[in-house]
């Protein structure tokens, strides 16, 4: 590795970082971090701070320390190059005239896609693209499966005690594990768009499903669905009652089933008595929702797993044995496998430890 190509991990590494400061604010954007370097110092940097606000290039440059003419220019996805709630960046990149723009990944949008990077080259300046490309991708993994499916990115979190129950055969499932883990799922929650359960998690637990352990960091309301497929839903559950910061769908395939307390119902007709969750995804797509945590129960996941939805996994294991052959599993139904080979694997990408707990994050293969 040469020693060019070294200085553009180095800054390129300090644009993730603050491409990072947005996580939770961007959606449905991507998170973006820019630095602008002359002579090897960091003269501007900025990100992507909210939706609807400045781009990372454009808050860069308004930080500038000294004129950007012949500065090396790190951003973490290509520029856009066309109109949207703001104007493009790379025409105020070229005004810049910079030496260099380093980019480390394409923007998979198919507005933008290469048309950035090709227009900076046409007006003579040097583009480099691939730089911490994987860190990018991972970075924006969201942003990426939204933007070219229009389907929101799922992630299915369950807690366990280490004999994998979710609970006791008398449903008590308060608190399996740790408060730092619980601390952690509300940073997941506050990371998201949306954050989804079947109506008997609603009624035995009776959740917020809000972010509230940690600062709230976007000012985006906090869409909670909430699956109906039978029962009907109390009206005093604290999903109904709890509102600040935060909305309340019903996803159910009854037409005529009213919610007083409802923000919205979704109708979708069922499917040999369920509720498809992937028709119930293509509308929350549909509302620029980008990413959906699936909190349970049981029969949500097995549905979402058996349609394929799920995109990344965090598993919460207490060192605590719960026994039972009655106490529930993460996963109920019929089984996703008739054989052990035919289950589904985790691609792991992390083990943590969360107080006296693990956590288990990976990716379906």
Not at 140 to 146: G, H, L, M, Q, T
Not at 351 to 364: A, L, Q, T, W
């Amino acid at each position: 590795m040469n020693l060019e190509y070294q200085r553009h991990i180095y800054f390129m590494r300090r644009a993730i970082e603050l491409a990072e400061l947005g996580r939770g604010k961007t959606s449905p954007n991507p998170m973006v971090g820019c630095v602008i370097v002359k002579n090897g110092k960091i003269i501007g940097e900025g990100y992507h701070e909210e939706a609807g606000k400045p781009h990372a290039e454009i808050n860069a440059l308004n930080t500038l320390t000294e004129s950007p003419e012949g500065t090396i220019i790190y951003i973490s996805l290509e520029p856009c190059i066309h109109y949207g709630k703001t104007p493009p960046c790379v025409p105020k990149i070229i005004e810049a005239k910079p030496s260099e723009v380093v980019i480390a990944m394409q923007d998979p949008n198919p507005l933008v896609s290469g048309k950035g990077i090709s227009e900076l080259r046409n007006q003579g300046i040097k583009v480099t693209v691939g730089v911490l490309e994987h860190e990018a991708k991972k970075q924006n993994e969201v942003f990426i499966k939204y933007i070219t499916t229009k389907m929101p990115f799922v992630i299915a979190k369950w807690a366990m005690s280490i004999d994998g129950k979710i609970a006791t055969k008398s449903k008590n499932s308060k608190y399996l594990t740790s408060i730092e883990s619980l601390r952690l799922v509300h940073k997941i929650r506050n990371d998201v768009d949306s954050i989804l359960i079947g109506g008997n998690t609603a009624i035995i637990d009776n959740p917020y499903l809000t972010p509230r352990l940690v600062e709230k960091t976007s000012n985006r309301t906090k869409i909670r669905v909430v699956l109906d497929k039978k029962s009907g839903l109390p009206e005093n559950l604290n999903i109904f009652k709890f509102k600040e910061g935060a909305e309340t769908w019903i996803a159910t395939p009854f037409s005529d089933r009213r919610y007083k307390s409802a923000d919205r119902v979704i109708v979708i007709p069922p499917v040999e008595g369920k509720i498809p969750l992937g028709k119930l995804m293509e509308e929350l797509g549909k509302e620029n929702i980008t990413s959906v945590l699936i909190e349970g129960g049981g029969e949500t996941f097995s549905s979402a797993f058996s349609e394929g939805l799920i995109d990344k996994v965090f598993v919460f294991i207490a060192p605590t044995i719960v026994g039972g052959k009655d106490a529930p599993t993460p996963i109920e139904g019929n089984g996703l496998a008739e054989t052990v080979a035919d289950g589904i694997n985790l691609r792991i990408e992390n083990i943590i430890n969360s107080g006296r707990d693990i956590v288990i994050i990976g990716y379906p293969e």
